[in-house]
T-cell receptor, first 114, second 110 residues
Framework: KAGVTQTPRYLIKTRGQQVTLSCSPI?????VSWYQQTPGQGLQFLFE???????NKGNFPGRFSGRQFSNSRSEMNVSTLELGDSALYLC?????????????FGEGSRLTVL | QQQVKQSPQSLIVQKGGISIINCAYE??????FPWYQQFPGKGPALLIA?????SEKKEGRFTISFNKSAKQFSLHIMDSQPGDSATYFC?????????FGAGTTVTVRA
């Protein structure tokens, strides 16, 4: 079974630009979550989707948004990029409908903002 | 603020030794406690997890001990191997969200 696939793996943007990151969950997984990982803040929760509905959102500014499609694939968007948005963005999927925290992570999209 | 406090930040252990990582939390709404292992350049991978109504869970060389009254839980890695060298994160789950500890970098010396 293929794992969680994230694209692109690496990208460089400049301040003020926007970026869209894509995630394909493991086949059959309907829950998709996004996390930001930085050396300073560690792993921070962004949002979680199930059947195209956002069930929870982390404490990030409105510049961070996401969505999930009917095939469970998900995208997240960051608008008006700031230097501090440089991070590894991780997508994770879960086969569970209930809250278990058993997530399968992709390898991430590493965003550098110059 | 960090909802899950993890210690130590790093540890070095000899091959065959025991690695112990500790975590503490305050939020009693947390209802599931997984541990993740992360290698450089990779995403975190689920290692083992426990529910708060269980005091201990063992899977191979990895054991979680859970103390609900103290709001503390720990990971023990028995017979540590060089391949166990990685960063380990404890986490706590509620409302479809994981709160992670800051991570512990484990180095196993051959």
């Amino acid at each position: 079974k293929a794992g969680v696939t994230q694209t692109p793996r690496y990208l460089i943007k400049t301040r003020g630009q926007q970026v869209t990151l894509s995630c394909s969950p493991i086949s059959g997984h309907r829950s998709v979550s996004w996390y930001q990982q930085t050396p300073g803040q560690g792993l921070q929760f962004l949002f979680e989707y199930f059947s195209e509905t956002q069930r929870n959102k982390g404490n990030f500014p409105g510049r961070f948004s996401g969505r999930q499609f009917s095939n469970s694939r998900s995208e997240m968007n960051v608008s008006t990029l700031e230097l501090g948005d440089s991070a590894l963005y991780l997508c994770a999927s879960s086969p569970k409908t209930s809250n278990t925290g058993e997530l399968f992570f992709g390898e991430g999209s590493r965003l550098t903002v110059l | 603020q960090q909802q899950v406090k993890q210690s130590p930040q790093s540890l070095i252990v000899q091959k065959g030794g025991i690695s112990i990582i500790n975590c503490a939390y305050e939020n009693t709404a947390f209802d599931y406690f997984p541990w993740y292992q992360q290698f450089p350049g990779k995403g975190p991978a689920l290692l083992i997890a426990i529910r708060p109504d269980v005091s201990e869970k063992k899977e191979g060389r990895f054991t979680i001990s859970f103390n609900k009254s103290a709001k503390q839980f720990s990971l023990h890695i028995m017979d540590s191997q060089p391949g166990d060298s990685a960063t380990y994160f404890c986490a706590a789950s509620s409302d479809y969200k994981l709160s992670f500890g800051a991570g512990t970098t484990v180095t196993v010396r051959a």
